[in-house]
């Protein structure tokens, strides 16, 4: 069973960086496609940035669009997120999260715990 594990969050005052990293175990990053996900209080959960397998197809949503990168280390087993411009509004629990068959699925196989990101001065 794939095992997702996230780390990284924190508080950042607005306009910081972050990034946030994920490590994945009893298997290998090459197979899945990745997403980040987040979910602020009294939110839906939001997919914010997807990677194919092959790394050269990527999404973004608007709201990050420009201030977010994901990159796929599949060497390393691990899938960064850097996160720079950030606003009070990015403030969240960030999750990583795998699918086997599909980019950019709306609900992937396997996740992590999350991660807390702050925006805050």
């Known amino acids: 069973q794939l095992q997702v594990v996230e780390s990284g969050g924190g508080l950042v005052q607005p306009g910081g960086s972050l990034r946030l990293s994920c490590v994945v175990s009893?298997?290998?990053?090459?197979?899945?496609?990745m997403s980040w996900f987040r979910q602020a209080p009294g939110k839906e959960r939001e997919k914010i940035s997807c990677i194919s397998r092959s790394g050269t197809s990527t999404f973004y949503a608007d709201a990050v669009k420009g201030r977010f990168t994901i990159s796929r280390h599949d060497a390393h087993n691990t899938l960064n997120l850097q996160m720079d411009s950030l606003k009070p509004e990015d403030a969240a629990v960030y999750y990583c999260?795998?699918?086997?068959?599909?980019?950019?699925?709306?609900?992937?196989?396997?996740w992590g715990q999350g991660t807390q990101v702050t925006v805050s001065s």
């Open positions: 999260a795998a699918d086997r068959y599909f980019f950019c699925s709306p609900n992937p196989s396997h």
């Open positions: 009893g298997g290998t990053l090459e197979d899945y496609a």
